[in-house]
């Protein structure tokens, strides 16, 4: 006789309207704001609930774990074990708000919760996430004077709540958008970088008390005039730092130090784990309960949201959101490692990678619709100049992220945007299951020989290739019905080498023209090789090109 399941009651919560407020910011240290306010909503949800009487699945933050950054998601699931009041909860967590924050409307956030009962913690997360992905499309309209408070908590330099909480003083330095682009400068010259900051930081306090003291100007006429002249002189202190950076620095001084990375990173497949947690099988065939495999993965995201924080502040990056496998951060294009190597926004990437993988998540795979899901990571990133409107490069990352990215096919990709100050974009996207594109990419950058090649030369051999997609088309199907591969690889490489030859003139270079030609020659190899078109193959091979001139330091500056 089978014995009747009994079902447990879980409760699940999301909070928001958390993009809404964080398009509110026009500098990091309000995007920051913005999102340890929503990290802070969550915890503090999470604290309220008495711990005899529910279970947290998810989020599992540890205590000791940084408070500096945003680690709290936007969603949790819990087990009740006895009963309890949402509401009061809610309520507790309001009184906290008014007695944190003041006089902010605690209804500009939504707080959306459901409660349920199923026969285990797969069947509740499956159908408390469809529940909460409903309530979210029910987002009420705001009263202006609601996002008014909201507005006026993040945008405080001064005495905010938000710093006192995350770092013990009401005042805390969170670097400007060109301190952040030109951090590489402080690795290879400390005191000079600062001398320069300093510098710059007497000229603007000067200037403020000018302009304090100018408002004592009886005369309306003349407090005008003033008003004008500060907007002038102070209006931008990022503009006035980066001249007098590139002024200091001269050569060292490169264009993609005016030029910020703003990313969003997300798990691939870690909400169809999550929603069926009773298919997820380990690659060394470990078997766990629901619950204990819900709350080891939980763990584990909280780590590597930690360790993600680290890394990306080791990159002289400034970490805004780490939610488990949701990141949003903002980074400098170059950085230095600690031996004083160049490494790129993509060589964070893989650093993040690695982390991620050396946590065990590579281990846990689904097995859904024929196809097996794994753990990776998948990432957008906005490569944009630093007076560029944050919220719209924050907005492009994100579009990157879901709309190009995750749609590469077995995820696991990179997708940017590099859209320079004169207005021109190039876009690319690869996977990172793509062994042998990465290798290819990686040994392109390792041959842009900076110090030898003319950034004319570089940017000549990315449009005769762009251009070039009849020939290059004809030479990619004209080894495709050759029987053997052994046939189609001597095939190919023989008419690429004549098309370097004649369009790219190979023989007539130099040594350092030749080891770029070859690793171009390399990357379109193996490219040619894909199934993609013709069109899509040259589109990606130009904007890595032109991707790898910048970030190698080859691109003239045009900007001023």
């Known amino acids: 006789m089978n014995k009747m399941k009994i079902n447990k009651k879980y409760i699940g919560i999301t909070i928001g309207p958390i993009y809404k407020t964080l398009s509110m910011a026009s500098k990091p240290r309000q995007l920051w704001s913005a999102s340890y306010l929503f990290s802070y909503l969550m915890r503090t949800l999470v604290e309220k609930f008495p711990s005899e009487k529910i279970c947290i699945l998810s989020p599992l933050v540890s205590k000791d774990e940084s408070r500096k950054y945003g680690l709290y998601p936007d969603r949790l699931f819990a087990h009740v074990e006895n009963e309890i009041s949402i509401e009061d909860v ?13 006089p902010i409307d605690f209804k500009y956030f939504s707080i959306y919760s459901a409660e349920i009962e199923a026969e285990d ?53 969170i670097e400007s958008l060109s301190q952040i682009s030109s951090a590489q400068l402080e690795q290879i010259n400390k005191t000079k970088y600062s001398g320069v900051i300093d510098s710059e930081n007497r000229k603007n306090e000067k200037l403020k008390k000018e302009s304090i003291a100018a408002k004592n100007v009886e005369r309306e006429g003349e407090y005008k005039k003033s008003l004008i002249l500060k907007k002038d002189r102070i209006g931008d202190e990022d503009d006035l730092l980066i001249k007098s950076l590139k002024k200091e620095f001269g050569e060292e001084f490169k264009t993609y130090h005016k030029y910020v990375c703003i990313v ?42 930690e360790e993600s924080c680290k890394l990306i502040e080791a990159f002289k990056g400034l970490p805004i959101y780490a939610g488990g496998d949701d990141l949003v951060f903002i980074a400098p ?53 630093y007076k560029y409107p944050l919220s719209e490069a924050l907005e492009m990352s994100r579009n990157l992220l879901f709309n190009t990215a995750k749609k590469v096919k077995n995820k696991n990709a990179i997708a940017w945007n590099l859209m320079k100050h004169s207005g021109s974009v190039v876009s690319g996207q690869y996977s990172k299951s793509d062994v042998g594109f990465v290798a290819a990419f990686n040994n392109l950058l390792e041959n842009i020989d900076a110090g030898v090649l003319k950034q004319n030369y570089v940017s000549a051999v990315a449009h005769k290739i762009s251009c070039s997609n009849t020939i290059l088309d004809i030479i990619k199907t004209a080894s495709e019905s050759l029987p053997t591969e052994e046939d189609r690889l001597s095939v190919l490489k023989l008419r690429l080498d004549a098309f370097f030859e004649k369009t790219l003139e190979y023989t007539s270079k130099n040594a350092a023209g030749k080891r770029y030609l070859d690793a171009v020659h390399a990357l379109l190899m193996h490219l040619l090789q894909s199934e993609e078109k013709i069109e899509e193959i040259t589109s990606n091979v130009y904007a890595i090109l032109r991707t790898s001139k910048f970030i190698k330091g080859l691109e003239e500056d045009h900007d001023e």
């Open 333 to 385: 294009v170059v950085s230095n490692d600690i031996l004083g190597n160049p490494q790129t926004i993509f060589d964070l990437v893989k650093t993040l990678d690695d982390k991620f993988n050396s946590l065990g998540f590579n281990n846990y795979f689904i097995c859904k619709d024929g196809e097996k899901n794994t753990l990776s990571m998948s990432y957008g990133i906005a490569i944009s100049y």
């Open 121 to 173: 913690e797969a069947a509740a997360i499956r159908e408390l996430n469809g529940i909460l992905d409903a309530l979210e499309l029910h987002q009420l309209a705001l009263l202006d004077s609601q996002e008014k408070s909201i507005r006026e908590l993040i945008f405080k330099r001064y005495d905010s709540p938000l710093f006192q909480i995350a770092f013990g003083e009401g005042t805390f330095h």
């Open 90 to 102: 809610i309520k507790d967590t309001k009184t906290e708000f008014a007695e944190k924050f003041g």
């Open 264 to 305: 969003h990173a997300d798990g691939d497949n870690m909400g169809k784990i999550f929603n069926d947690i009773d298919k997820v099988k380990h690659v060394d065939g470990i078997e766990s309960s629901q619950r204990e495999l819900i709350r080891t993965l939980s763990c584990r995201l909280a780590g590597f949201a």
